[in-house]
């Protein structure tokens, strides 16, 4: 069956999901209240349900004066059941999988994937493939990259099968179909480390020169593969020449190499300048029908976005609506990003007043904290993320993801205060030397690449070679806890992520209010606090005052 085909019968499986969906601009609180008598009928009868006093007949009133607003913690030992006894326990519907990620409080958290869950995720990826395919043309003629969600190098043989792959959102007969199109195989997650996956990630992708759409979740991990396409360049021309993985055939054996003679004279021929002002010409040249981009382009994620977008200028860009491990909130439909209003059930945390909403009542202008109760048999559930209500596509709010409330994200890491917090107790602080600050600096290292800088105050009479030895021995120790997170240490394994710098010094406070002036902060609204975001750079910092940088920082 040719990729054409494939392409034109996953349009009409897709469009099914679309019609389902634009008939919830017209019928907005119907459809979240039959989603929520769905999902608590499931809740009651389950095994855990009885014990939860879950009542079926619940309407919205009901349910959010008897069940709480939770986070992970209040469902850790339940799913951690659940988990042991392999069965259901939260929802009647059977588990497919549990999918990691991080939280503020534990360093990895474990979803449910129930077959509902499955189909409330379906239901948003449907009618936003729908309405790609139609808005993008171009993306019928050839092959698509969708993301894999790699698990960091160590974890691997602890969750085998656990692999967050997007298409496994999908129902089992569009995977079957849309794996047909897909440029690279599910297989490379499963090489021995990250930098493996990457590498045959790449080497696929090169191979292919009717890549016609390129998604990913954050756009640093794209600038990231571009990058790594120039620093593994003749290790690439030499796969794609042969057809073998060379000193990576023990890593990469399970699955063959591909072969492009033309893919490897172009790389061959290339200058390696993967960022310079011929790059875009080069990647026109190597992948010439890529007609679609799409990846996150909201809150800490603009700059790199747009920075993605110079370097491929001859395809479109689309942004990502708001997806979580948890569930989905947006997705992108027309010009909008719009409510998966066929999905969960859906409440909203205002900001400025702390009510709670359903999705029917929200107002153009609010800014609102998603709480989510799906099929996975989690309830009221929140997510931690803010977003604006910009305006409404019938009755469907329009979101727009303003960042996480609480935490940094600048490429999914999912920091929380808390949790840097707790590492910042666990340091080994010298004498007289603590903490003012980590910041998440979008420009952290020479190149640019974002990453983590934590400003620590030291004794007046300390020496340079002691403020450089205490600088770099917090810098390494604040590395390894915080690598105890899982998003964190995956943001890492791909290169999103300089390391950990410090900067000690006599003044560090006075610096730190130094540098909130001139953005214009005034001192008495400045709160001591473990976590900021910092956008752009760290503004009068010498880059010889920052922990020396390794040769695999000075990268994106």
Not at 329 to 352: I, R, W
Not at 383 to 401: A, H, I, K, S
């Amino acid at each position: 069956m040719s990729g054409y085909w494939q392409h034109q019968l996953i349009r009409l499986l897709v469009r099914a999901g679309e019609g389902r969906f634009t008939r919830s601009e017209k019928q907005l609180e119907a459809l979240q209240r039959q989603r929520l008598g769905t999902i608590l009928q499931q809740v009651a009868s389950a095994p855990q349900g009885p014990g939860r006093g879950v009542d079926p007949r619940w309407g919205w009133a009901e349910f959010a004066s008897a069940i709480p607003v939770t986070r992970y913690d209040d469902w850790a030992v339940a799913i951690d059941q659940q988990m042991a006894a392999q069965s259901t326990g939260l929802s009647s519907s059977p588990v497919m999988r549990y999918q990691p990620t991080s939280g503020s409080s534990s360093a990895i958290k474990w979803i449910p994937y129930t077959q509902q869950f499955l189909r409330e995720l379906d239901a948003a990826i449907s009618p936003w493939m729908s309405d790609l395919y139609r808005r993008y043309p171009g993306v019928r003629r050839g092959r698509h990259y969708w993301s894999l969600s790699w698990l960091p190098t160590d974890m691997r043989e602890q969750a085998q099968g656990q692999l967050n792959d997007d298409m496994k959102l999908l129902s089992s007969g569009k995977r079957w179909l849309v794996s047909g199109t897909q440029a690279v195989p599910e297989s490379v997650a499963m090489a021995t480390t990250s930098d493996d996956s990457l590498f045959a990630t790449l080497a696929y992708l090169a191979s292919q020169r009717d890549l016609t759409a390129l998604s990913v979740w954050s756009p640093t991990f794209a600038l990231g593969l571009l990058q790594k396409l120039a620093q593994w360049r003749d290790e690439l021309v030499q796969v794609l020449r042969f057809g073998r993985w060379g000193s990576r055939e023990q890593a990469l054996g399970h699955m063959p190499a591909p072969r492009s003679l033309l893919a490897a004279d172009l790389l061959k021929s290339w200058s390696g300048q993967w960022d310079g002002a011929d790059a875009p010409l080069f990647y026109q040249s190597f992948w010439p029908q890529l007609a679609l981009v799409s990846a996150w382009d909201t809150a800490t994620a603009t700059r790199w976005a747009r920075h993605l977008q110079t370097l491929l200028p001859h395809a479109a860009f689309q942004g990502k609506g708001l997806w979580a491990t948890e569930g989905v909130v947006s997705f992108p439909y027309g010009d909008d990003s719009v409510l998966a209003a066929a999905s969960h059930f859906y409440e909203f945390e205002d900001v400025a007043s702390g009510q709670i909403l359903p999705a029917w009542r929200l107002e153009t202008g609010q800014q609102v904290v998603p709480l989510l109760t799906t099929g996975s048999g989690l309830l009221r559930y929140r997510l931690g993320d803010r977003v604006e209500v910009t305006g409404f596509r019938g009755q469907l709010p329009c979101l727009t993801f303003l960042g996480r409330d609480g935490t940094t994200d600048m490429v999914g890491e999912k920091l929380s205060t808390t949790a840097v917090q707790e590492a910042l107790n666990q340091l080994p602080w010298p004498p007289g030397v603590s903490p003012v600050v980590v910041l998440a600096v979008e420009r952290s290292s020479a190149a640019g690449r974002p990453g983590y800088v934590l400003l620590a105050q030291a004794v007046s009479d300390a020496s340079q070679p002691q403020l450089a030895r205490w600088s770099e021995g917090l810098a390494d120790a604040l590395e390894t806890l915080l690598a105890e997170h899982f998003h964190y240490r995956l943001a890492r394994n791909l290169g999103q992520l300089a390391k950990v710098a410090c900067l000690c010094r006599p003044d560090a406070w006075q610096y730190y209010l130094g540098v909130c002036r001139s953005r214009g902060m005034i001192d008495g609204n400045l709160k001591t606090e473990a976590l900021r975001h910092w956008s752009g750079a760290l503004p009068g910092t010498p880059a010889e005052q920052l922990r020396p940088m390794q040769a695999e920082e000075v990268q994106v």
